[in-house]
């Protein structure tokens, strides 16, 4: 079992950064390939970024690619997501999630996660 904790999130104008932080508890981080999903009211809840465990392979949505850097420090147990010039389409509350893997890949559906954080909302004004 392992808890996680997004923290980060805000309001903030068009243009703007924001970095999203998850702190993860109860096991071993190492083992685990994390990702960042969002969910907008009335949309269902889609894939933003996500990492690798080991070698630290990264995996962005188009649209947030250039844009958004996804990061771990497994020393720290957490995992960043990086959200620079910021558009209001991105506004929405941002989940982390884990999912127990022996394989070095990331993982862009929902269904393939095993823990989620309580998500934190992300906010920005045109």
């Known amino acids: 079992q392992v808890q996680l904790v997004e923290s980060g999130g805000g309001l903030v104008q068009a243009g703007g950064s924001l970095r999203l932080s998850c702190a993860a508890s109860?096991?071993?981080?190492?083992?685990?390939?994390m990702g960042w999903f969002r969910q907008a009211p009335g949309k269902e809840r889609e894939f933003v970024a996500a990492?690798?465990?080991?070698?630290?392979?990264?995996y962005e949505k188009d649209s947030v690619k250039g844009r958004f850097t996804i990061s771990r420090d497994n020393a720290k147990n957490t995992v960043y997501l990086q959200m620079n010039s910021l558009k209001p389409e991105d506004t929405a509350i941002y989940y982390c999630?884990?999912?127990?893997?022996?394989?070095?890949?990331?993982?862009?559906?929902?269904?393939?996660?095993?823990?989620w954080g309580q998500g934190t909302q992300v906010t920005v004004s045109s």
């Open positions: 999630a884990a999912k127990t893997t022996s394989y070095e890949l990331g993982f862009t559906k929902v269904y393939e996660y095993d823990y």
């Open positions: 109860g096991r071993t981080f190492s083992g685990y390939a």
């Open positions: 990492i690798s465990w080991g070698n630290g392979n990264t």
